[in-house]
Structure formats: C-alpha cells, structure tokens
C-alpha cells in the first residue's frame, strides 16, 4: 500500500484539478483554425504505414542494437523522427480507433479489448478525405480491421488480406512461409488496389502489416538471421503455460504464441525480430514503387505502430494491453514531409492521436474543433512547441489504468486492486523514463513533488474531459470463419 503522505483519493481529483494551474492541452478540443496550405497546388498524396505490433526500441534508430530495420533506420534519418511516440491504448482496436479519429479512448468508449465495432457516429480520417474529394484505399492485415468492425468507412477500396484470393493462390505456391502475416502479400494486394483506383494524385492510402504479432512466424528464409549472434542470450528460458490459461500471458508464453516446445526467451526474441526485418525489407519496396509510380513527389508518409509488445518485461510475454510502460506504449513514428529543411528530430513526447489533425492539415482542411489531438505541422517546422503531455490507458479491468507522460516523467494510477497486484502492488507508479526506460524503480515515494505535479495534471485533464453522457462498448460483430480462425490464431479469442 502506498505511505498515506502519497494517497490521493479518486473522489478527491476535482478539487485538485481546480487548484492547478490549467495548461494549453493537446487533449482539449482544439479551437477551429485555418487550413494549413497544401504543399502543391493539387490535391497532395497522404500515406499512413502501420505495423502492427512494433515496439519501437527494437528498431536500430531508436537505439536497438540489431540491425533489424536497415531501411526505416535511413527512412527516419533523412527525414522526421519522433523520439517518444505513444499509442492512446496498446491494444490494436482502440489504438487504431483513437489513430483514426483523433479522439482519445474515453472519447471514443472503444478500449480494454478487441473485436468490438467503431459506430458510425464516430468520424474516421478516411471520411474525411472522401468527403473532400481523395480517393481512399485500404488494405489491411489483421482481423481486428474487418470490415464488420467498422474501419472500412470512408474507404472507396478496403482489402482485407486474410480473404483474398489473390493471397491464396500466391501462399500455395511459396510452401513453408506463413500464410496469415506475411507482409509482402500486404504490397501485392496493396498496388493491386491501385491500380482498381487509378488515382495519381489526391489519394488518401492506409497499409496495415502484422508481421511481427504473435506467433513470431518469419518467413523461413529469415527465421535464422539473429539466430545464435551475439545478443543471443540462451540462460533465460520462460514458462510455457497450460492451454486452461489461454490467452494470459502472466508468468510465461501463451498458448497462441508458443512456438513448438521452445522456452528460451532469446528464440522468441529472434523469430519477432526477424519479422520485423522482413516488413522492413517490404515497406523498402512500398516506397521504392510509389517513387516509380510517381506518387511519392510533395506526399506525407507517416510510418508508425498500433502498439508495441512485451517480450518478458514486467513479466508478460508475447503479449500487449494489461500495462503502459514502454515496451508496449511507446511506438515508432517517422515521417516524409515535403518542403522541410531535413533531418528533423522531435525529442518531446507526441501521441498517435496527433495524426488525423496533421494529415488534415497537410492536405489543406479544415480541422474539426472536436479533434483531441494536435496538429504536428508547426511543431516539426519549429514554430510551435509539441503537446505537453501525453495520456494513455491499459488494461483489461473495467477501471482500467491511465498514464500521463510528461517530458522525461510518467505518472501510471492503477486502479483496479487485480492489475496492481500483477505489476508494482502500488496504486501509483512514477517513473523517470530517461533514466529507467525499462520503468523499474517506482519512484512516487522518493519524489512526492514530481508525484503530486503529475496527479495534479492527470486530475486536470480529466475533469476536462468528462465521460460520455452514456457509455456506448460496441456491438458484438458476427464473424466470417476465416476471420474467426485468424482471430484464435492471433489470440485474441480461444
């Protein structure tokens, strides 16, 4: 239990809310501003890369000593390069539902789990440049983007790859490599979808890769690159755990993410990161054919994550959602955007749920005063400050976790008396995420004014944004097989 000098109350947040001093928010609505202009006088190409899964210290640019992202590594050195990017919840259908609209998990009520539907109220970025005249394409790699779950809206064409013939055909005739998460199927399928569009320019194109979700499956021809080199670390082994446990992943490797017998962690470890290796050498070949399609001059690129993944950290294995720490909260995020002086770094911690404004503004329209994110523009242009502070949850319990970061702080508030007694035991969790970015030392006792600061702050925040009148979780969605099977397959569902 946390020393009773330390203890806020929950009840007791609005009166601290009032007695700190309110801060310009990227988190409150953002008041109505004018277009930015676009970069060319044509309606500009904006392109959103996802990975699924990709945590972003196992990238060489964020400081990962394998060299598992040759081509991103150059892609955001030569370009923008967030270093402290953070998902709004690590979990892939909240995340891409906040991603998507720039609004945050509380605003949206879609968190804690997966294969719940986007209702139509709610207004997607493909919306958006649909109604401003884009073409929009998406193609997909994970179940949880079905279009029974509401993420085709605004799409002119929406592939999900798990369904598609063309993907069939072609994993019948490569025997061995993983029919379901493959990413070069994603770029088939992808430049298959524009070439059904035709469009050259106003074109608004989503691509979704899951290569590195659990099981770890590379392609064999990749499964034993970082195999036996020199950060191969064969004492640590895990528990597998029995099939009666499921889809938890405390205290050792699911059911849905053991591969074979194998306990040694570092195995695991290799097989993700060749995973990552081989949708690096994909996207390379995304971008290489958008250049000589034409479609990359004056276009955004953003490339990022929906979350990332814990690989034996905290205890959890194979696995995301249940906490915020790094490992799985913090993301990747690179970007191309024309007409900058380059390279540029952004050392300020940014949220996914900056995105939708930064595309729209891009693209010259107006932003929606309801937007809960920020506009990236000025910021990377060095004329505004970034977002002060970044929320995000976790968690499966119905009081699930918050977390806020500010600059080298993160203040976690666990909640729920279960989730506390799986991580810290401690109600609050303070970490120096500079000095400890593997969040070990809780230091909310040895730092009550840096604890108070930032409970002050978490306190403000939520007062100002206030539940929904009526909390609405999603509709249940029936499921095709094929979907259902990817799904188990993933372990989403047993």
Known sequence: MNPPAFRVAWLSFAALALAAPRAQSQTEPVAPVAPATPVAAKRPNVFLITIDTLRADHLGIYGYPRRTSPHLNRFGRENVFFRHPLCQWPKTTPS?????????PRTTTIKRICGVEVPDKLVLVAERFQAAGWKTVGVVSNPNLDVGFGFAQGFDDYTEGWKDEQ???????????????????????FFSALDRVGAKEGLFAWVHYSDPHAPYEPPKVYASKFVDDAWYDTTRHATLLPESEGTLSYGGIPVHAALGGRTELAWYLAQYDAEIFATDEQIDILLDGLEKRGLLKDALVIVTSDHGESIGEHDWYCEHGPHPYEDCAKVPLLMKV????????????????????????????ELDPKLEGVDLLPVIRGVAEPPDHV????????????????????????????????????????????????????????????????????????????????????????????????????????
């Open 391 to 494: 929320v995000t949850g976790a968690g499966y319990a119905e009081d699930s976790m918050r977390a806020i970061r500010v600059g080298r702080w993160k203040l976690i508030h666990v909640r729920d008396p279960v989730e506390r007694a799986r991580l810290t035991g401690e109600e609050w969790e303070l970490y120096d995420v500079d000095a400890d970015p593997k969040e070990l030392e809780n230091l909310a006792a040895a730092r009550p004014d840096v604890l108070l600061a930032l409970q002050r702050r978490m306190a403000d925040w939520l007062f100002h944004h206030p539940m929904p009148a009526q909390e609405e979780t999603g509709a249940a969605t029936p499921l095709d097989p094929r979907t259902e099977e990817l799904l188990r397959k993933f372990g989403y569902i047993k």
């Open 167 to 189: 993907r069939k055909r072609i994993t019948a005739e490569i025997p061995g490599d993983s029919p379901d998460s493959y990413a070069k199927f994603v770029n088939l399928q």
């Open 338 to 365: 024309p007409g900058l002086e380059l390279p540029v770094t952004v050392e300020q911690p940014v949220g996914l749920i900056d995105l939708v404004p930064t595309m729209l503004s891009f693209a010259g329209l």
């Open 96 to 104: 891409f539902a906040s991603m998507l609209t720039g609004l945050h």
